[in-house]
């Protein structure tokens, strides 16, 4: 079915260290991972994509690697700051059964001063 | 600021009654998404709307329904109300048809308390 599962749903990192988020997918047509960014009493927020055509992107301390085999994509966080907490929702297009962005659960960041 | 209005943010009903959900979607947007975040939960999809025709259907109940009006705006009804509807509602918009083609625009949520 439409899914995406990711991990973790809660993690805490020491400032300065990095953080790692994956997501897994079922449908092998899918062409577009974006990331969403989601502060306190606001709506997500875009802070990074990727299509299927290439395996990885960055963007300054931000990157996104896709393994499209496997299935999998991760968000990589470097020299994390405390502006950095928020939770993270990995995202993919979905084709078969319908065009659709389906949302992982969400990862909780605490980057600790 | 996204450029996506909803209102309104917050919203306390009875179980039983029926709420309406307004979405204005970024100026030359033409798809208008719906999405239902509970306490801890994701971004679940209930429905998208593409220059006024229903484009794509997510786990939306049939108590709730949607529609887009001519000048893009739309609107998400939700009846006959159980305390589970207790969410947060998510309007999103973007200027393509298709989920692949970039960007979604959110705006800042409708919270529905039913008591």
């Known amino acids: 079915g439409e899914n995406v599962e990711q991990h973790p749903s809660t993690l805490s990192v020491q400032e300065g260290d990095s953080a790692v988020i994956k997501c897994t997918y079922s449908d092998s047509a899918s062409n577009y991972f974006p990331w969403y960014k989601q502060e306190l009493g606001k709506g997500p927020q875009l802070i990074i994509d990727?299509?299927?055509?290439?395996g990885e992107k960055k963007d300054q301390r931000i990157a996104v690697t896709l393994n499209k085999t496997a299935k999998h994509f991760s968000l990589h966080i470097t020299e994390t700051q405390p502006e950095d907490s928020a939770v993270y929702f990995c995202a993919a297009s979905y084709v078969t059964g319908g065009f659709k962005t389906i949302f992982g659960a969400g990862t909780r960041l605490f980057v600790k001063a | 600021d996204s450029g996506v209005t909803q209102t309104p943010k917050h919203l306390i009903t009875a179980t039983g009654q029926r709420v309406t959900l307004r979405c204005s979607p970024r100026s030359g947007d033409l798809s208008v998404y719906w999405y239902q975040q509970s306490l801890d939960q994701g971004l679940q999809f209930l429905i998208q709307y593409y220059n006024g025709e229903e484009r794509a259907k997510g786990n939306i109940l049939e108590r709730f329904s949607a529609q887009q009006f001519p000048d893009l705006h739309s609107e998400l009804n939700l009846s006959s109300l159980e305390l589970g509807d207790s969410a947060l509602y998510f309007c999103?918009?973007?200027?393509?048809?298709?989920?692949?083609?970039?960007?979604?625009?959110f705006g800042e949520g409708s919270r529905l308390t039913v008591l």
């Open positions: 990727i299509r299927s055509n290439v």
């Open positions: 999103a918009s973007s200027v393509g048809s298709l989920p692949n083609t970039g960007e979604l625009f």
